[in-house]
């Protein structure tokens, strides 16, 4: 696990990515945004590489200067979508998954090209890279894999001036599918691992600065699928388990 999440990455190839805004001003909280990114690694390069005879490493891959190019597809949707109910008063929605896939001449995705669940734009009830993957208890350093489900929905509400609160509940969780990963928790292994989605829910106080938001979120695991099922719900609602995370701005 440490040598594929140091090894170093030659990676080239193409993104392409469509954006549905129908936001009209940034004072506009009635929009929907829609967000679609296809990213292609490593076709062309190896192609070349197979052409011309390039060397092969241990592992059968094609390499140049002294690495195995990445190859791997990945695709990401993220919406997010707002409702004003009243003034200053806003629930707020996103929506994200995406999945990157190695084949070919990789049998891992590069670590700067994973996915990590927690912190103060994702999952807040976890620190980031703590959360999954699976149900796995998030205790490695840096916890990410290749496939990941992120749902948030919050109420923001004005207290007194630039004074603002909200109430959100997050949930998602990562998994590996196809990544090199042998243990079984952290993957994805049919659909019924998707009762693995982790829950937390919280409160936040923010000050609006007018060119920017500080934002400051408490939030408690409301559904820890890393603990035994008769656990999972509530056992960690406490202030001293809670989980902070300073931000700045809104996370969507």
């Known amino acids: 696990r440490k040598n594929r999440l140091t090894a170093n990455n030659f990676i080239v190839g193409s993104s392409f990515t469509f954006l549905k805004n129908n936001q009209e001003s940034i004072l506009d909280e009635n929009f929907s945004q829609l967000r679609l990114k296809v990213e292609v690694v490593g076709n062309v390069l190896n192609s070349i590489l197979s052409i011309t005879g390039a060397e092969v490493d241990n ?9 195995a190019p990445s190859q791997y597809f990945k695709s990401e949707v993220n919406y997010i979508k707002h409702w004003q109910v009243g003034r200053e008063r806003i629930f707020a929605f996103r929506a994200f998954t995406g999945i990157a896939l190695p084949y070919g001449n990789s049998n891992s995705i590069p670590f700067t090209r994973s996915y990590y669940g927690g912190g103060s734009n994702d999952n807040r009830a976890w620190q980031a890279y703590k959360l999954g993957p699976g149900s796995s208890s998030g205790v490695n350093e ?4 290749n496939f990941k489900i992120a749902l948030n929905l919050e109420y923001r509400y004005p207290i007194i001036g630039a004074i603002k609160g909200a109430f959100f509940i997050d949930a998602g969780n990562i998994w590996n599918i196809n990544n090199n990963v042998p243990e079984i928790d952290q993957s994805l292994n049919s659909i019924n691992d998707l009762n693995q989605l982790a829950v937390g829910t919280g409160f936040g106080i923010r000050y609006d600065f007018d060119y920017f938001v500080f934002r400051l979120d408490t939030a408690f695991k409301t559904f820890d699928p890393s603990l035994t099922k008769s656990e999972r719900w509530g056992s960690q609602i406490a202030f001293k388990k809670a989980v902070f995370n300073v931000g700045i701005n809104y996370p969507f």
């Open 59 to 67: 592992d059968g891959n094609r390499i140049i200067f002294n690495l």
């Open 142 to 145: 840096f916890n990410e894999a």
